[in-house]
């Protein structure tokens, strides 16, 4: 169980808090979306919760534990926004080694199998893949460390519709094992997925029920 307590985040140089007393309760296996426009503190609620930041006050807690900065980095796997931009490894076996050179074989195509991808050669180009193989290629970058909380910012940013169908599909099969947590300004894609929803603006972070959201989203648009 993930466990926000008062999250405040607020560096002196900013007049106003960007995180003002973020409350949140995620279990394990759920997938947690929260939703915000641009510039509401949603990247800067998952550097935190994956250990890059450190929060004004308030803590985050897992298991009853309070978790410091240290621990969240083993804890948690970040996914950042447009993942693809940080390839660094000059095939996918490097990719998914850097940083671990000691994970055998196994973990490598357990990881690789986890996100669809067992069909690709080790030695292919990151680069050289489409776009939706990007996305999951840096899903397993993460997965092979085996996260307890996988954190995805804007998973479905730059995808076309049928990738990000299937980046959907693969996440509702992910959390059957994994507890994740996606930001998004646009909740059309996942809400389908979602176990839990909240809203973040300037900030603040309000628990929606995904059903409501899913009816607005749903219902028929006035004729133009
Ligand atoms: N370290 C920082 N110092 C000052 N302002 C920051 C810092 N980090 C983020 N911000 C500001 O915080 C707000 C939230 O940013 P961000 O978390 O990137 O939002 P989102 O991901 O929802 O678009 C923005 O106004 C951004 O400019
Ligand atoms: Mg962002």
Not at 53 to 79: D, H, K, N, Y
Not at 89 to 96: K, P, Q
Request: charged share 20%; with cysteine; glycine share 8%.
């Amino acid at each position: 169980m993930l466990y926000l307590s008062n999250l405040i985040y607020h560096p002196t140089a900013c007049p106003t808090a960007i995180l003002k007393a973020i409350n949140l309760e995620l279990a394990p296996q759920k997938l947690g979306l929260i939703i915000g426009p641009s510039g509401s503190g949603k990247s800067t609620l998952l550097e935190i919760l994956s250990g890059l930041a450190e929060p004004t006050s308030g803590g985050v807690f897992w298991r009853e534990q309070e978790l410091l900065a240290e621990q969240l980095q083993q804890l948690a796997g970040l996914v950042f926004q447009f993942p693809e931009r940080h390839f660094c490894g000059g095939t996918i076996l490097e990719e998914l080694r850097l940083g671990h050179p000691e994970l055998g074989s196994e973990r490598v195509r357990q990881a690789l199998s986890e996100v669809g991808l067992e069909h690709l050669s080790l030695s292919a180009q990151p680069h050289a893949l489409s776009g939706g193989q990007q996305r999951r290629l840096a899903l397993a970058v993460q997965l092979i460390r085996q996260p307890n909380l996988l954190l995805l910012d804007e998973p479905t940013a730059g995808l076309d519709w049928s990738m990000r169908r299937q980046l959907v599909n693969l996440l509702a099969k992910l959390k059957q094992d994994w507890t994740l947590l996606v930001v998004t300004h646009d909740a059309g894609d996942m809400l389908a997925i979602a176990d839990s929803c909240w809203t973040l603006n300037h900030g603040e972070l309000k628990s929606v029920d995904p059903a409501i959201l899913k009816a607005k989203v749903q219902e028929p648009q006035p004729a133009a």
